[in-house]
């Protein structure tokens, strides 16, 4: 048996909100060696990964959004017939505020597919068109990893998405975020978890300057017994759900810690959690204050 053979077929689909990023995604894809299809139409996917499966392709990103509207609802079903086939799926929705959404179309001017032409304010019928949008890829959005790009770059969505692909997908990926609360909660968080009420070391001259992954600033935590018992106790709740979330076929959980500024208590708080879960189970990290400066 020939290495094409024995390896499945992987396939990465992208959906998610109009201007939420989708072609910065399929374009980091491609960099990583993917074979990249942008707007396929639902009705063609099975014949498409047929087709790759025959020319033994290994690697295959496909994006779909709500051009499509009218067949998307036909995707879950197809992608549970693709997965009894062996075929390795990972579904990813980019998604993002309705505030960044609608700031984004301002920007570069260009309509969402379903606005209405003949609507005199247009801000209002931008906004509508988000809104129903959501409702439209709502069971989509709730089957993949959902990435906030609402505060992301270009290069930062790049590097995330590279990074999550690397994942086997039979595995259970954690991705452990830390946010400022002052800039709003992620919208892709599965769990979220308030640190506010902790010591904090902004308060300390020396210590202001620093982030959560410096030693002085970790070393000025670890001192505090709230600290390690908040540690402890969002341990012992993600230690006793992660078996049931794997046996139900999740791909990704994401877990964000929040603080005031996101840049001490919550970073400290994802970097020991990452290193306490890392030996069973596959741990991603992501800094929102810190990686987008």
């Known amino acids: 048996m020939s290495a094409a ?18 072609s ?3 374009h980091a894809l491609e960099d990583a060696g993917y074979y990249c299809v942008d707007n396929l139409p639902p009705e063609l996917l099975q014949p498409f990964v047929a087709l790759q499966q025959a020319h033994h392709t290994q690697r ?13 609802p036909m995707v879950p079903e197809q992608l549970a017939a693709l997965r009894a086939q062996g075929v390795a799926i990972k579904p990813v929705f980019l ?32 906004i509508e068109a988000i809104e129903l949008e959501r409702e439209l890829l709502a069971e989509l959005r709730e089957q993949a990893h ?51 009420m902790l010591p904090n ?18 070393e000025f935590l670890r001192r505090a017994p709230e600290v390690l018992q908040m540690e402890r106790q969002i341990e012992a709740f993600l230690s006793a759900w992660l078996g049931a979330l794997a046996q139900d076929h999740r791909s990704y959980v994401t877990v964000a810690i929040g603080c005031t500024g996101g840049q001490h208590r919550s970073v400290y708080l994802v970097e020991q959690l990452a290193q306490a879960f890392s030996p069973h189970w596959l741990t991603l990290t992501r800094h929102r204050e810190l990686d987008k400066a």
């Open 146 to 196: 959902a990435i906030d790009t609402s505060l992301m770059r270009s290069a930062q969505l790049q590097g995330y998405v590279k990074a999550l692909i690397a994942a086997p997908a039979s595995h259970l990926t954690l991705v452990f975020e830390s946010f400022a609360f002052k800039r709003g909660i992620p919208v892709d968080a599965d769990y979220v978890f308030d640190v506010r």
């Open 201 to 218: 070391p902004h308060y300390e001259d020396a210590l202001r300057p620093l982030t959560g992954r410096d030693p002085a600033v970790a």
């Open 24 to 26: 910065v995604a399929l």
């Open 5 to 22: 053979e024995a390896s499945p077929l992987e396939v990465v689909l992208i959906t998610g909100m109009s201007g939420s990023g989708k």
């Open 95 to 126: 998604d993002a505020t309705t505030d960044t959404l609608v700031r984004r179309y301002s920007e570069t001017r260009r309509k969402h597919p379903l606005s209405r032409r003949d609507d005199a304010d247009i801000q209002h019928a931008l």
């Open 60 to 72: 295959v990103a496909i994006a779909m959004d709500v051009r499509s509207a009218a067949s998307l």
